[in-house]
């Protein structure tokens, strides 16, 4: 049995249209349950599971977490709708991102959901949105892996530990970023 259908009559940032912001374009209107579940979770998932990959180091500190969800915030100013609306239910969500805690940051079980992501984009998302949506997953994960243990932040574009430019290309290749 398929999930019901969930319109997203809302404008992007979870208000009224008003003169001028029209609501999400017909490509990305609508998604079953499961597939908007599956995307406006990933981010949070991609979040937690970059500040818990380690390899052996201890985890990353609360900057971050903060890294990363300024990455999420980050989408609010995505050129894509459908960026834009993720993010408004996100931060419309009274517990915020939320995923069962035992799969958070499971390696295989993240890279089989951006995977799963991809097929839902394809079958339902304009080519920019879908371009647009992995970039920024990905860019969640990156601005993670670029805070050490320290908390200091690497500068933008900057290197990252060997052990997370294989999980950020990982990542990049369950996304279809390659």
């Known amino acids: 049995?398929?999930?019901?259908?969930?319109?997203?009559?809302?404008?992007?940032?979870?208000?009224p249209p008003s003169a001028g912001r029209r609501a999400a374009p017909l490509t990305t209107a609508v998604y079953s349950v499961a597939?908007?579940?599956l995307l406006t979770g990933l981010p949070g998932r991609?979040?937690?599971?970059?500040?818990?990959h380690s390899s052996g180091r201890p985890p990353r500190g609360v900057a971050a977490g903060l890294a990363g969800?300024?990455?999420v915030a980050a989408g609010r100013a995505s050129d894509s709708d459908l960026v834009r609306a993720v993010v408004a239910d996100i931060y419309a969500r009274p517990d915020g991102p939320t995923a069962p805690a035992d799969r958070l940051a499971d390696l295989v079980d993240l890279l089989a959901a951006c995977r799963a992501a991809v097929r839902?984009?394809?079958r339902r998302a304009d080519p920019a949105d879908s371009a647009a949506y992995r970039q920024w997953a990905q860019s969640v994960a990156g601005r993670v892996c670029r805070v050490g243990t320290t908390g200091a932040p690497a500068p933008a574009g900057g290197p990252v530990a060997p052990a997370d430019r294989r999980f950020l290309d990982r990542l990049g290749?369950?996304?279809d970023l390659g």
């Open 120 to 122: 839902v984009l394809r």
């Open 46 to 52: 991609v979040l937690v599971a970059a500040a818990r």
């Open 69 to 71: 969800l300024e990455a």
């Open 173 to 175: 290749g369950a996304l």
């Open 1 to 15: 049995m398929l999930a019901p259908e969930v319109p997203m009559s809302h404008s992007v940032a979870g208000e």
């Open 35 to 37: 597939e908007w579940e």
